[in-house]
């Protein structure tokens, strides 16, 4: 589609609030070079440059672990994957992975650092529209607030994820005085829902410009808010507001891309299915511009990122890629998967002019648009070689990861040459999705609903799985792909809560959700046991003795913040 983009980048430094100095004499008053004043900020233009400026920070601005793909803290530490590579490079992920992390952790501050910046971002909104000029509406100004009290609410619901109750800053905090008597000694979940609410309120269900978050955006987010908080009256009415009612800023109504592949290609960004999409653009002048979450999670070696041999992270795991074994065209929710045939044939220590011939069961056609594995096309670039695009396979396995990766048809265009590598991309990363929706109303419905309308939801996502089998070029399938949809009524809450939960992993694998939806489950510990006795064994280097418990559903408050304001004031978290 070829709808205006909300830039992000050039107006960066807009998101700091700089005031002159007033002196008695109005010679003296020497506006300084290469910073705004208040008063410039104030006008309608300056209100919305900062509002950008705040958008601008959603996706972490170049810091890996700060972006809302959460591929370390939510798809490695959900057990979707591996940290991949070698495993002397980007070594501070290695003990997040094993849930060996501290507090004083390299990167344990990295989510953290990123959201509150985003944060206070979103607030020298507020501040500067108490002090709007005469030009700015009512009108303008509650859109203006909705949007920034969104993205407020969007930067402290990733910190209540990983950190649990952090310092609570809003824009009537002097940031000069006061920030560092600021406790966390209160629960995010009802600061984040006042604010969803307010920018429910004042949001308009369509926006001029693609990117800016609308009424339908803000009613998900807090329906996702209240399945957190187990709400799920309250999050099963906003769903089904969403999926009865709901457009995107283009005009169609929310829905399933027919083919499951296509959601993951530039040319088709803003499309029915991306309810809030960070906006990303290639070749503008600036990398920052575009997608920098993924530039190191390509195949190693000769692949997408090639020449430069870049980098093989983000592997996925061997008890992830079994979970897509199907029998009679339904998933094994008896966990049997990693046990016997049901094992996924892969070419661990196969080197790639080796013969090879990739598994013959029965798999969900999902795990080949989600999963590079060998003798496999990987998407127009050639068939997936194995071992030749692995770094180091006894360190991270046989896999590489296949979303947002750059298709060869978009070399140039939504793929980016002006940096190190070319794995900067300009497809938006969707940070939620309708089939994300479909689901977490399936599992709202099971609560407090129907067991029959779960199912109808949990059928409409296998549906599009069904018609999104990857063919080779003379037409034929890949593989022996084969789903089916839930025949069967739905009579019981635990199996149901069983087949919505794999489909979860089934249909949103590798995009940063699978640890914090154990998490809110209460299931992490059983989980993590299963993989880590599966994959340590397989990738003893990487895995091996690894453990979780119970104290890392937590990521720890970095050290270094509570040595800044002391301890009194920043409370550790339990374990650490």
């Known amino acids: 589609m070829n709808n205006y983009k909300l830039k992000i980048g050039a107006l960066l430094a807009s998101g700091v609030m700089l005031v002159a100095v007033s002196c008695s004499e109005e010679f003296l008053e020497v506006p300084p070079v290469g910073q705004l004043a208040e008063a410039q900020l104030s ?16 996706n972490g601005r170049g810091n890996r672990l700060g972006s809302p793909s959460n591929w370390v803290w939510g798809s490695i530490r959900g057990g979707e994957a591996n940290k991949g590579t070698d495993p002397g490079d980007f070594t501070t992920i290695n003990p997040i992975q094993r849930f060996e992390n501290n507090a004083a952790g390299g990167d344990i501050g990295a989510k953290y650092n990123v959201c509150y910046e985003g944060i206070a971002r979103a607030n020298n909104v507020l501040r500067l529209l108490t002090k709007a000029g005469p030009t700015v509406t009512a009108n303008d100004q509650a859109r203006l607030s909705a949007q920034a009290r969104f993205l407020r609410a969007h930067f402290y619901f990733e910190l209540a994820r990983d950190y649990d109750k952090t310092p609570y800053v809003d824009e009537t905090v002097d940031y000069g005085s006061g920030l560092e008597k600021v406790k966390n000694d209160k629960s995010l979940w009802p600061f984040i829902i006042a604010d969803l609410e307010f920018a429910i309120s004042k949001l308009p269900a369509t926006q001029p410009q693609v990117g800016r978050v609308n009424v339908w955006a803000a009613k998900t987010y807090l329906a996702k808010v209240y399945m957190y908080t187990k709400e799920y009256t309250k999050a099963k009415a906003l769903f089904d507001d969403v999926i009865a009612n709901g457009v995107t800023s283009n005009g169609l109504k929310y829905g399933l891309v027919p083919y499951y592949d296509d959601m993951f290609r530039g040319k088709n960004d803003n499309h029915q299915e991306s309810i809030w999409a960070y906006q990303s653009a290639a070749n503008t002048g600036s990398v920052n511009n575009a997608n920098p979450e993924f530039d190191l999670n390509f195949p190693y070696n000769t692949g997408p990122a090639g020449p430069g041999n870049c980098c093989g992270f983000f592997q996925p795991s061997f008890t992830f890629v079994n979970a897509f074994r199907t029998k009679d065209g339904l998933p094994l929710l008896d966990k049997s998967y990693n046990t016997g045939a049901n094992q996924v044939k892969n070419d661990q220590d196969v080197a790639s002019g080796a013969a ?18 060998r003798g496999i096309p990987y998407l127009d670039w050639m068939d997936h070689p194995g071992q030749a695009w692995i770094r180091n396979q006894p360190n991270a396995g046989p896999y590489s990861p296949k979303k947002y990766v750059y298709a060869k048809s978009e070399s140039g265009t939504f793929q980016d040459n002006s940096s190190w590598t070319p794995g900067y991309t300009g497809i938006n990363f969707m940070i939620i999705r309708f089939a994300d929706v479909l689901l977490l109303a399936a599992e709202a419905e099971i609560e407090v609903g129907s067991l029959e309308k779960a199912r109808e939801y949990v059928n409409r996502v296998r549906t599009r799985a069904i018609n999104s089998e990857i063919k080779r070029s003379n037409g034929t399938p890949a593989a ?18 069983l087949a919505v939960r794999h489909e979860r992993l089934l249909e949103l694998g590798m995009e940063g959700h699978r640890f914090y939806d154990l998490q809110r489950w209460g299931t992490a510990q059983a989980e993590l046991d ?21 104290k890392f559903k937590w990521v720890p408050i970095p050290q270094d913040q509570i040595d800044l304001v002391g301890k009194d004031i920043l409370v550790q978290n339990p374990g650490f």
Request: aromatic share 14%.
């Open 530 to 550: 299963f993989y880590f006795a599966y994959d340590g064994a397989k990738l003893a280097s990487a895995l091996g003795g690894s453990k979780y418990a119970d």
């Open 480 to 497: 022996n792909y084969k789903i089916s949809t839930y025949t069967a009524a739905w009579t019981s809450k635990d199996t149901a809560r």
């Open 43 to 58: 006008t309608l233009a300056g209100l919305d440059a900062s509002l950008i400026a705040a958008y601008s920070q959603v």
């Open 356 to 373: 090879f011939t990739p598994d013959a069961g029965e798999l969900d056609p999902r795990l080949d648009h989600t999963v590079g594995r």
